[in-house]
């Protein structure tokens, strides 16, 4: 019962730390533009993460059961996972990097699970056809590395680039000013999709290893009025009770900010006037939006980085600083290679510690 609720807290303190890690992500355009103050702009972030994160449950499905046997996942797994992810989150964060928290959880899952279950590559579901659809780690996870920072190049080119033909024969000063108030709007609509995806990341976390405990006997014999901890493996339902601190934490970490990112997504890759900001929200809103709605737990750092280069190659395709976008990528690629083997080095150490106490049965 104890690892029980040291994983409920270490995973409301990855998603506090999401929170203040990726406020860039909706809030860093705004802020650049002079649209809002950072003040106000993370108050902005911090309520419409919250609202976007209790508006459904999609994303914390995928996450909970899509990617991993939920039969071979123990709490020392889990703990792993959210151990590697924050490790990562930190470090980027430190170095001022936009990186994916989504994708650090997802890998530090699967190198949790592959550690526990001696290089048993069948406890990561690949590719699975679940009625219509296709589920798994390739299409939910690896394809939409390539396919959303595409999605978010794409848009932010096309709606910047119909922007500018629209307004084309208006002079710069009333655009300016009109486009100003419309960013405080499309701040708020990427803030609703940020939470919206990556807030149930860890709500299906959470709901995974209250399964995981209900199915181990854990919580067998926890008192009457504890009962609400017991969850059906069948049905993966996320409680609300779940959902609700799930996005408190989420919010608050937004509140705290993320000054340093804010600098690298804001200025660091193109100079923006609020059209150019307002182009770039409304892209990487839209992307994420689609997204949250067919379950794909999406990089949300990603569709808005790449938003931004869309909106920036508009101009010329030397005004996008790719010598910084490089680095960035760099830190995409590495991020679920390396929370992967931080996960599955923590798993070891645990199971060096007390031989068999966290190992997972062959499937």
């Known amino acids: 019962m104890i690892l029980v609720f040291c994983v409920i807290l270490i995973a409301l303190a990855f998603e506090f730390i999401n929170g203040f890690h990726d406020t860039a992500n909706?809030?860093?355009?705004?802020?650049?533009?002079?649209?809002?103050?950072?003040?106000?702009?993370i108050i902005i972030a911090?309520?419409?993460?919250?609202?976007?994160?209790?508006?459904?449950?999609?994303?914390?499905?995928?996450?909970?059961?899509?990617?991993?046997?939920?039969?071979?996942?123990?709490?020392?797994?889990?703990?792993?996972?959210?151990?590697?992810?924050?490790?990562?989150?930190?470090?980027?964060?430190?170095?001022?990097?936009?990186?994916?928290?989504?994708?650090?959880?997802?890998?530090?899952?699967?190198?949790?699970?592959?550690?526990?279950?001696?290089?048993?590559?069948?406890?990561?579901?690949?590719?699975?056809?679940?009625?219509?659809?296709?589920?798994?780690?390739?299409?939910?996870?690896?394809?939409?590395?390539?396919?959303?920072?595409?999605?978010?190049?794409?848009?932010?080119?096309?709606?910047?680039?119909?922007?500018?033909?629209?307004?084309?024969?208006?002079?710069?000063?009333?655009?300016?000013?009109?486009?100003?108030?419309?960013?405080?709007?499309?701040?708020?609509?990427?803030?609703?999709?940020?939470?919206?995806?990556?807030?149930?990341?860890?709500?299906?976390?959470i709901t995974l290893s209250l399964v995981s405990a209900t199915t181990a006997g854990t919580l067998a014999f926890v008192p009457e009025w504890m009962d609400f901890l017991k969850l059906d493996a069948g049905k993966f339902n996320v409680p609300d009770w779940v959902t609700c601190i799930c996005a408190i934490a989420m919010a608050a970490g937004t509140a705290a900010g993320g000054r340093k990112i804010i600098k690298t997504m804001g200025t660091k890759l193109v100079r923006m006037s609020p059209i150019n900001g307002f182009a770039a929200q409304s892209a990487s809103a839209l992307v994420i939006q689609i997204a949250s709605h067919w379950g794909i737990p999406l990089s949300t750092t990603h569709v808005i980085s790449t938003s931004i280069m869309g909106v920036g190659a508009t101009k010329r395709f030397s005004a996008v600083k790719w010598g910084v976008a490089g680095h960035m990528v760099w830190a995409w690629i590495l991020t679920i290679p390396v929370t992967s083997v931080l996960a599955f080095g923590v798993m070891k150490l645990i199971l060096w510690i007390s031989p068999g106490s966290a190992t997972i049965p062959p499937v």
């Open 46 to 205: 911090s309520i419409f993460n919250l609202i976007g994160a209790l508006s459904g449950h999609a994303v914390a499905k995928t996450i909970g059961k899509g990617l991993v046997d939920i039969n071979f996942i123990t709490q020392e797994t889990i703990l792993c996972a959210l151990i590697a992810g924050i490790i990562w989150n930190l470090v980027t964060w430190f170095f001022g990097i936009p990186s994916s928290s989504s994708h650090a959880l997802i890998g530090g899952l699967c190198g949790a699970a592959l550690s526990a279950s001696h290089l048993n590559w069948n406890v990561i579901h690949w590719s699975v056809l679940e009625g219509e659809k296709m589920k798994g780690l390739w299409p939910q996870v690896i394809k939409p590395i390539v396919l959303a920072p595409a999605a978010g190049f794409f848009f932010g080119f096309l709606i910047m680039g119909l922007l500018l033909w629209l307004f084309r024969s208006f002079r710069p000063s009333p655009v300016n000013r009109l486009f100003g108030k419309l960013q405080i709007l499309s701040a708020m609509w990427v803030s609703f999709s940020h939470g919206a995806n990556d807030a149930q990341k860890t709500m299906g976390i």
């Open 26 to 41: 909706a809030i860093a355009t705004s802020v650049s533009t002079r649209a809002l103050t950072v003040r106000n702009a």
